[in-house]
């Protein structure tokens, strides 16, 4: 430092001088100017300049919390002593009230949601699953029949994310039928209670067939009015119910005739390959 100014010249001096003297005066332009206007708020671009990751969780995961941050914000940086946090910061029941009702893990919302700023995004799936039963009735009562899926925790399914559904073959690589869609597995397989077949809606001959390849190349070969049919109008209700030819026709012979013979296939083939000119 003391070998610098002993450099310096009168010239940079003067040049120094010169440079101060119209700082101070610009300076005190500028302040006589800014009392005499009014203080704006600032607005949310300018919060972000100090709070940036803010002003980033807002953006990519605010969802319906993008909002200027005044509108939560009305008071902050609160200059007085001995404030506690939450005299600094608004409350989510401000807006909210309870939401989820009023019982004790239920109300400290920045439990699960915890960050303020990207409150569904946030969600925490490892704090929930204690309590999935609480909102989701349903799933959980069924989940407690014992079945294969029993086993496991609603998370070892519903994973890092609140929310998430996920797909039969991300378990089940190889199924027996043709993988669409999990809805089309689960027309059959309730999936939170697996033990259990459905059975009904809009089940497709080629599903059932994927295990009963006889059968299903029968009645596809077939050319009466059997043919037609889907396996699930006859064996309705539940897997493996096989239905008597009388549920549906009833008598169509006299009994007379009919007690000569041991039963109906013995003149028309099989259910599923109804013999022609029978
Ligand atoms: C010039 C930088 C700057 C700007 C601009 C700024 N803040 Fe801050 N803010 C800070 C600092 C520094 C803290 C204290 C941080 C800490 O304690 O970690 C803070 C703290 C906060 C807190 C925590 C609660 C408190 O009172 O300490 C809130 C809420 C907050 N700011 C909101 C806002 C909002 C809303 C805006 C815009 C309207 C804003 N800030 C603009 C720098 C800024
Ligand atoms: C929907 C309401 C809402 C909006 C919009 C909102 N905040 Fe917040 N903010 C909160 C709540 C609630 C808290 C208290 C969270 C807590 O107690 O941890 C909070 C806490 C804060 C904090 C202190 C804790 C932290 O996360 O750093 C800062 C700083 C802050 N907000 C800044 C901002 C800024 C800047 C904006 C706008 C870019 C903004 N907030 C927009 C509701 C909001
Ligand atoms: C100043 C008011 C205000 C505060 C404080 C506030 N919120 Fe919100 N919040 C809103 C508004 C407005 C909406 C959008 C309308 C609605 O869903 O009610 C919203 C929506 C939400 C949503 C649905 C988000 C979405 O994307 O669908 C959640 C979750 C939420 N708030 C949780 C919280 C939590 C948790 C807190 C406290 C950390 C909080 N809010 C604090 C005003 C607020
Ligand atoms: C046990 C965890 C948990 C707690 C505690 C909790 N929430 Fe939630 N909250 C959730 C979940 C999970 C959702 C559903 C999010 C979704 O729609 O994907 C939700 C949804 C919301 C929504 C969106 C609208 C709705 O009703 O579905 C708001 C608003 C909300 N919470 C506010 C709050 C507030 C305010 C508190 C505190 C009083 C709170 N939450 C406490 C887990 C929690
Ligand atoms: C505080 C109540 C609450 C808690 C606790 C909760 N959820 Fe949710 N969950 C919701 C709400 C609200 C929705 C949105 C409802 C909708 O969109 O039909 C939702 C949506 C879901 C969905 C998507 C539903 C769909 O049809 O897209 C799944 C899956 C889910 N939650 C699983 C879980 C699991 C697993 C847990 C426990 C780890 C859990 N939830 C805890 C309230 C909750
Ligand atoms: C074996 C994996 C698995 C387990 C374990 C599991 N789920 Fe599911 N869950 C699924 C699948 C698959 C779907 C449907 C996906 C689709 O519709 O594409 C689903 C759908 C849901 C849905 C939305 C539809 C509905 O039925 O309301 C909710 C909510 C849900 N599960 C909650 C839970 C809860 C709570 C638990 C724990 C008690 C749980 N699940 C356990 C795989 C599972
Ligand atoms: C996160 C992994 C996972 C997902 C997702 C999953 N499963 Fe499973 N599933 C298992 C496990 C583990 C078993 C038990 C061991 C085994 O049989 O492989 C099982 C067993 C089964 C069984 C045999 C039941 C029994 O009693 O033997 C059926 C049927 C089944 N799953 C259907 C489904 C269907 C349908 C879906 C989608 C809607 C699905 N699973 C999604 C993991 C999963
Ligand atoms: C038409 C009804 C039906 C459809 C659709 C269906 N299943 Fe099945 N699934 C069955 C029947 C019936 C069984 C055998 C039950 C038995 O062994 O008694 C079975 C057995 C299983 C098993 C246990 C035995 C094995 O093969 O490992 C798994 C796992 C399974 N199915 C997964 C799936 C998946 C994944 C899908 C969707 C791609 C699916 N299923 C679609 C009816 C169906
Ligand atoms: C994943 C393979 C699988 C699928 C898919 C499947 N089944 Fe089965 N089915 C079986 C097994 C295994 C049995 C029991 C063993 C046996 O008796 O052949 C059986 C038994 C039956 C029986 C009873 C057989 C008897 O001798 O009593 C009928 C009827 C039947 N299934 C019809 C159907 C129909 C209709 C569908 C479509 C809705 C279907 N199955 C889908 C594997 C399957
Ligand atoms: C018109 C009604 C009808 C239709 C359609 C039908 N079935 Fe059957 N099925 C029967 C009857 C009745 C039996 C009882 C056995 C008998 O009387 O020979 C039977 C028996 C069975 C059996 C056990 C005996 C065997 O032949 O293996 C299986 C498995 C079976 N059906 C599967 C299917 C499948 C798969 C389909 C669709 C591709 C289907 N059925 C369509 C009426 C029907
Ligand atoms: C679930 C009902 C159902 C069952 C069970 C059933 N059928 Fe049928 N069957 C039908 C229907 C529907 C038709 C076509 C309309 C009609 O003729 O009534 C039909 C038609 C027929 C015909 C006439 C075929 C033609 O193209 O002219 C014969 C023969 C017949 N069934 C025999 C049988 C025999 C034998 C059995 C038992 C092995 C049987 N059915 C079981 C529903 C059934
Ligand atoms: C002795 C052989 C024989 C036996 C046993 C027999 N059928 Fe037939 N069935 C026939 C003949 C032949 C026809 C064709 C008659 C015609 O075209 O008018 C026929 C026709 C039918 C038709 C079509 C009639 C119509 O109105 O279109 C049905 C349905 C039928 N039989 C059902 C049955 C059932 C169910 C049984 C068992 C209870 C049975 N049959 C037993 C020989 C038999």
Redesign the pocket.
Known sequence: MKQRQQRSTPLTLLCSMILIIGLVTSVSAEEADVFSQPVK????L??A???EQVFVDLRDSGGAHRMV??DC?ET???AKRNLT?DQ??PACVDCHETPHGEEADMVKCLDCHSNAHAPVASLDIDQLEPLCARCHEQPAAEMTNPSAHADLSCNDCHQEQHGYLPKCIECHEEPHSPFINSSGCMQCHPVHNVSEMLYGGQIKNSDCAGCHDGPGAELQQGHLAHSLLNCIFCHADEHGNTPDCQTCHDTPHSQEMLKEFAGCNDCHGGPHNLLPGA
């Open positions: 708020p600032l607005t949310t300018e919060c300049q100090c709070h941050c005044r914000h902050f940086h609160n946090w600094r910061v």
